[in-house]
């Protein structure tokens, strides 16, 4: 049995990926490709104050091995955010992909009707890979791991082969992948989900959570050891210690901020059908014949403060 930091945390997640090997590795499984070879082209935590988000994102080039042997560079977006976010979030990350780093830049040389060279540059968008680790389970969908991918059809409804090869369509459609670790489940079925078992929080060492308890290297996939060794050096590594308690403070801040604005929200509520009741009070008076002055002396408010009530 081994303990390993728990990649929950987002801390330990990115401890875990800026080992190339693990990358590849990990990557690798979930886009069922070989990778030949990765680049971190950013890597970036986003905290919004009074919210109920946080989300990593790693962004990465990668070159990757398709089935026919070709090889390609992909553009790799991985989002991994452990509460239930704003889908616009995740939208706006993505689209900060369509840019120049998004694109390969060839320059290309050729004569113009002058008879002049002139090199122009020429921008070749990468096909983009999205990922996204959710620490929260979708309504519906009880998968673990789902992929979401191109399937080009027909006006007939009849497949297109050989579609996805074409730059058009490839440039202009990304793969998607979504991963729910709380659906991971203890009988996996396919080898990604052997991968992803260093997520299964029904693992938690017992009152600390920041720590998982593996035991069975068994019938693994080739890789899985050298993830697991790479964890297992985060849960000894002090700065990734401190960085989880600093998560855990952040979490405990963000519940209460929550529980405070609940509280806030149920107060004006009632106030709001307080209100009402006044308000419905004030005009059955007035129907009466009551005048401002006689309801004011009545219900102990000014005349101002019905006048308010009934503006609105």
Do not use: W
């Not at 990649?7 to 990990?26: A, E, G, T, W």
Request: with cysteine.
């Amino acid at each position: 049995m081994i303990q390993i930091a728990n990649p929950i945390y987002d801390s330990v997640f990115k401890y875990m990926m800026q080992n190339d090997k693990v990358c590849i590795i990990l990557l690798g499984a979930l886009l069922n490709r070989e990778i030949i070879e990765v680049e971190v082209i950013s890597n970036e935590l986003i905290r919004v104050a009074l919210k109920k988000f946080a989300v990593l994102r790693l962004d990465f080039l990668a070159k990757i091995k398709n089935p026919d042997g070709s090889i390609e560079t992909v553009s790799i977006e991985l989002q991994k955010s452990e509460k239930s976010t704003e889908i616009s979030r995740f939208r706006s990350y993505l689209a900060s992909l369509y840019d120049t780093r998004a694109n390969d830049i060839e320059v290309i040389e050729y004569t113009n009707r002058k008879g002049k060279t002139v090199k122009i540059e020429k921008k070749n968008p990468y096909h983009i890979i999205a990922i996204y680790i959710l620490g929260h389970p979708l309504d519906g969908i009880d998968e673990p791991v789902i992929y979401n991918l191109p399937n080009p059809v027909s006006a007939t409804g009849e497949p297109i082969k050989n579609a996805t090869a074409n730059p058009f369509f490839n440039n202009l459609t990304h793969d998607t992948i979504i991963v729910q670790i709380p659906r991971l489940r203890k009988n996996v079925k396919s080898r990604v989900e052997e991968f992803l078992d260093i997520f299964d929080q029904s693992r938690t060492m017992p009152k600390n959570e920041h720590y998982l308890l593996i035991d069975d290297f068994d019938d693994k996939p080739e890789g899985y050891t050298t993830i697991v060794r790479e964890l297992a050096r985060a849960a000894a590594d002090q700065h990734t210690k401190t960085a989880m308690d600093i998560e855990d403070e952040y979490a405990d801040d963000i519940e209460d901020r929550i529980e405070l604005e609940d509280i806030v929200a149920e107060q004006k509520e009632q106030l709001a059908q307080q209100n009402n009741l006044i308000v419905t009070l004030i005009k059955s008076m007035l129907s009466k014949g009551d005048t401002l002055a006689s309801i004011s002396k009545t219900l102990n408010i000014s005349e101002t403060q019905i006048s308010e009530l009934l503006s609105k």
